[in-house]
T-cell receptor
Framework: AQKITQTQPGMFVQEKEAVTLDCTYD???????LFWYKQPSSGEMIFLIY??????QNATEGRYSLNFQKARKSANLVISASQLGDSAMYFC???????????FGKGTRLSVIA | GAGVSQSPRYKVAKRGQDVALRCDPI?????LFWYQQALGQGPEFLTY????????KSGLPSDRFFAERPEGSVSTLKIQRTQQEDSAVYLC?????????????FGSGTRLTVV
C-alpha cells in the first residue's frame, strides 16, 4: 500500500524567502508519480508540480521545485521568493498510474508573513 | 467544460436526511474519483470510476454511501440517512487515460454540514 507522510502541520516563512515543505512516501511500486497540490481557504485543489519516479531531473515549475531523493523516498517542495498569496494548505500525493486514485498526506499549512 | 464542476457548493442536511452530490468532469476524462476531506485533514479516497464502471469502492465508509456514473460522464455521490460524522468537503477529480503526468483536475468541492 502507498503512504504519504507530511510531518510539518504548520510552517511560517517571511515574504520573499524560500521555504521547504517535507514529504516522504512509501510504496513497493517501481513506477509511480508524486504530486504537490495547493489548497487555499476557498477549497479548490490546485495542481502545482509533478515528479515521475523515473525522471532523472528534479521537476521545476516557476517558483516551485521538487527536491526528489528516490533512495530516501522523499519529495520535498521548495517554494522560492514566497508571496502572501502562497499562504494555504499544501498536500503531497502519489499514484502508481494516471488512472488510479491519488493517496494524499495530511498536509502542511503554510503562512507567509509580510 | 473547462473544469470539473461540482454542485451544490454547500449543503446543509438534517441528520437522517438523504443527500445527492453531483460531479461533472472534464469532457473526455475517462477516470473519475471521489474524495472525502474532513476539516484540517487530507482528502481520503472514497471510490473511482473508469467510464461507467466503478472499479474501486473500498473507501466508502458505510453502505449508506453510494456512487454512480451511469453514462460515463456525470457522477452522483449519494449519502443516505446522513450522520454528523458525514460532515466534510466532498471532492471530485477527473483524469484523462494516459501517462501519469496528465494529472488529475479537481472540482471546488461540496461542503456538507449535517446538523
Amino acid at each position: 500500500a502507498q503512504k504519504i507522510t507530511q510531518t510539518q502541520p504548520g510552517m511560517f516563512v517571511q515574504e520573499k524567502e524560500a521555504v521547504t515543505l517535507d514529504c516522504t512516501y512509501d510504496t513497493s511500486d517501481q513506477s509511480y508519480g508524486l504530486f504537490w497540490y495547493k489548497q487555499p481557504s476557498s477549497g479548490e485543489m490546485i495542481f502545482l508540480i509533478y515528479q515521475g519516479s523515473y525522471d532523472e531531473q528534479n521537476a521545476t515549475e516557476g517558483r516551485y521545485s521538487l527536491n526528489f531523493q528516490k533512495a530516501r523516498k522523499s519529495a520535498n517542495l521548495v517554494i522560492s521568493a514566497s508571496q502572501l498569496g502562497d499562504s494555504a494548505m499544501y498536500f503531497c500525493a502519489m499514484s502508481d498510474s494516471g488512472n488510479t486514485p491519488l493517496v494524499f498526506g495530511k498536509g502542511t499549512r503554510l503562512s507567509v508573513i509580510a | 467544460g473547462a473544469g470539473v464542476s461540482q454542485s451544490p457548493r454547500y449543503k446543509v442536511a438534517k441528520r437522517g436526511q438523504d443527500v445527492a452530490l453531483r460531479c461533472d468532469p472534464i469532457s473526455g476524462h475517462v477516470s473519475l474519483f471521489w474524495y472525502q476531506q474532513a476539516l484540517g485533514q487530507g482528502p481520503e479516497f472514497l471510490t473511482y470510476f473508469q467510464n461507467e464502471a466503478q472499479l474501486d469502492k473500498s473507501g466508502l465508509p458505510s453502505d449508506r454511501f453510494f456512487a454512480e456514473r451511469p453514462e460515463g460522464s456525470v457522477s452522483t455521490l449519494k449519502i443516505q440517512r446522513t450522520q454528523q460524522e458525514d460532515s466534510a468537503v466532498y471532492l471530485c477529480a477527473s483524469s484523462f487515460t494516459g501517462p501519469i503526468n496528465y494529472g488529475y483536475t479537481f472540482g471546488s468541492g461540496t461542503r456538507l454540514t449535517v446538523v
